[in-house]
């Protein structure tokens, strides 16, 4: 049976240095969890083809703004159709049963009391310094804690975001993500 995977990517360049071409922007690292295996794991841009192995074995893609921002990006590396592979993105969820556009820092800080260890431009800035140890934390650390708000809102059907007077709970159905796929293999991956 097959298992879901969260993961957030960081991009080398801005929305505005590339002409909002996100094909353009790069990926300079990715971060995953994997429920099969259980583990974590920090890869960088020639590591990919990892990543793609993994995916094609998965029941979900997981993740914060994954398909406006994270897939677009991830497509130029990848020699299939990333949208053919079944995907779940917590925000457009969330948006859809708001109306509003949160960030993941609004969302963790009223559902689980933390808040992220940095943000994408910083990660950018981090980038170019060299500063890939830093780099990989900082992916590491929204991967952990886009996995922390999933798994919240599976256990306890809702999760909270901010108002004007506190949180506001709303109710999600995030365990359906959770159960196990029938076996659905894609093999688009070359073992170079």
Same mark, same amino acid.
């Given at each position: ?17 590339? #002409?909002?071409? =996100? /094909?353009?922007? +790069?990926? !300079?690292?990715?971060?995953? &969890? ?78 689980? #009391?933390?808040? =992220? /260890?940095?943000? +994408?431009? !910083?990660?950018?800035?981090? &980038? ?65």
């Amino acid at each position: 049976m097959q298992k879901p995977i969260i993961f957030d990517l960081e991009s080398k360049y801005t929305l505005k240095e590339k #002409g909002y071409d =996100k /094909s353009r922007l +790069g990926v !300079s690292v990715l971060g995953f &969890y994997d429920y099969q295996t259980d583990s974590y794991e920090v890869l960088e841009e020639a590591d990919l083809p990892k990543f793609f192995k993994v995916v094609e074995h998965c029941s979900y893609l997981i993740g914060y703004n994954i398909v406006s921002f994270d897939i677009p990006v991830l497509q130029s590396y990848y020699a299939g159709d990333l949208a053919s592979i079944p995907v779940f993105d917590l925000m457009t969820d969330i948006k859809n049963k708001t109306g509003k556009r949160f960030g993941l820092n609004d969302l963790a800080s009223a559902t689980l #009391g933390e808040v =992220k /260890s940095g943000n +994408g431009l !910083s990660a950018i800035f981090l &980038y170019r310094e060299g500063k890939l140890d830093e780099l990989k934390q900082y992916c590491y650390d929204d991967v952990v804690l886009t996995k922390k708000l999933f798994d919240y809102g599976v256990k306890h059907n809702q999760i909270f975001y901010p108002d004007v007077y506190d949180k506001t709970a709303v109710s999600v159905n995030w365990s359906k993500y959770m159960q196990d796929q029938p076996k659905k293999d894609i093999n688009l991956t070359l073992p170079f």
